[in-house]
Structures are given as structure tokens and as C-alpha cells.
């Protein structure tokens, strides 16, 4: 099992990206899906995350800007980011918590770089 993210670039100020991840592999449910991101020198912080009921919760600097949704017969997470700042620069990692016949996982994809620059 694996998530795959895509979709990161560069792009203006006040400009828009759509993030893409998705679940690769045998599972038995989504628990609950999320994007975080990591500027340089700082650590990992949450940006978004959706539970399985569809609640989602967002970082108060992302608030407005950015909306995380599902399509659960694909097994993907997106986050579509609108009015971009240079401080949103960063790499954007999924995270997804997963059933699978072992158990309940954490999963983590690979960063997707978003750069934000005039």
C-alpha cells in the first residue's frame, strides 16, 4: 500500500494549485485523509484533514483559501489551494490512516513541492 501525490509547481501570488494523492493498493477503508507541509527550516505542520464522515478541519492560516475533498470511489484526497502566498511555499505531503488485513496504519506519500513566487 502506498499513497501517490501530485500536482505541486510553482505559481504566482494569488494564484491556484490542486494537490492530488492517491491510495494505491489492497485496502478495506479510508479512516480519515490529510495534507501537511513542510517549509525549509521548519517542521511538518497540518494544512487540512478530512475524517471518513466528510468533517474536515483546517489550519487557521489556510482558512478560506484552501479545501480538501475526497472522491472515495477513487481512493484520492485533494486540496485545492486558491489565493496562494509565498509563505504557502513548501513541500505538500498526503497522509492517510488506513484499514488494511494487518490492521490500521498510518500512511504517508511522497512531498510535492509547492513554490509560490513572483
Given at each position: 500500500?502506498?499513497?501517490?501525490?501530485?500536482?505541486?509547481?510553482?505559481?504566482?501570488?494569488?494564484?491556484?494549485?490542486?494537490?492530488?494523492?492517491?491510495v494505491?493498493?489492497?485496502?478495506?477503508?479510508i479512516?480519515?485523509?490529510?495534507w501537511?507541509?513542510?517549509?525549509?527550516?521548519?517542521?511538518?505542520?497540518?494544512?487540512?484533514?478530512?475524517?471518513q464522515?466528510?468533517?474536515?478541519?483546517?489550519?487557521?492560516?489556510?482558512?478560506?483559501?484552501?479545501?480538501?475533498?475526497?472522491?472515495?470511489?477513487?481512493?484520492?484526497v485533494?486540496?485545492?489551494?486558491?489565493?496562494?502566498?509565498?509563505?504557502?511555499?513548501?513541500?505538500?505531503?498526503?497522509?492517510?490512516?488506513?484499514?488494511?488485513?494487518?490492521?490500521?496504519f498510518?500512511?504517508w506519500?511522497?512531498?510535492?513541492?509547492?513554490?509560490?513566487?513572483s
Amino acid at each position: 500500500v502506498q499513497l501517490q501525490a501530485s500536482g505541486g509547481g510553482s505559481v504566482q501570488p494569488g494564484g491556484s494549485l490542486r494537490l492530488s494523492c492517491v491510495v494505491i493498493g489492497r485496502i478495506f477503508s479510508i479512516n480519515g485523509m490529510g495534507w501537511y507541509r513542510q517549509a525549509p527550516g521548519k517542521q511538518r505542520e497540518l494544512v487540512a484533514t478530512i475524517s471518513q464522515s466528510g468533517a474536515t478541519n483546517y489550519a487557521d492560516s489556510v482558512k478560506g483559501r484552501f479545501t480538501i475533498s475526497t472522491d472515495n470511489a477513487k481512493n484520492t484526497v485533494f486540496l485545492q489551494m486558491d489565493s496562494l502566498k509565498p509563505e504557502d511555499t513548501a513541500a505538500y505531503y498526503c497522509n492517510a490512516r488506513l484499514r488494511t488485513g494487518a490492521g490500521i496504519f498510518d500512511y504517508w506519500g511522497q512531498g510535492t513541492l509547492v513554490t509560490v513566487s513572483s
